[in-house]
């Protein structure tokens, strides 16, 4: 379904770049060439493009909620 698709992006984001007691986080630029990377495979194209679109509003909540 298109709510899981956009789940699986915000929520691999999210993991990537936050810290966990058995990794460092990865910087924003890391975690979205790894996700373009696998658009195609392990996401919807179409949907990493329109999350990179809205990068800065995603940004500015990311920052409001990051612990």
Request: proline share 3%; no cysteine.
């Amino acid at each position: 379904s298109i709510e899981g698709r956009i789940v699986a992006i915000a929520e691999v984001f999210d993991a990537l770049t936050s810290k966990r007691p058995y990794k460092k986080a990865w910087s924003v630029d890391e975690a979205l060439s790894h996700m373009r990377e696998q658009a195609g495979k392990h996401f919807d194209p179409q949907l990493i493009d329109l999350f990179e679109g809205q990068l800065d509003e995603i940004m500015k909540v990311y920052s409001t909620y990051q612990d």
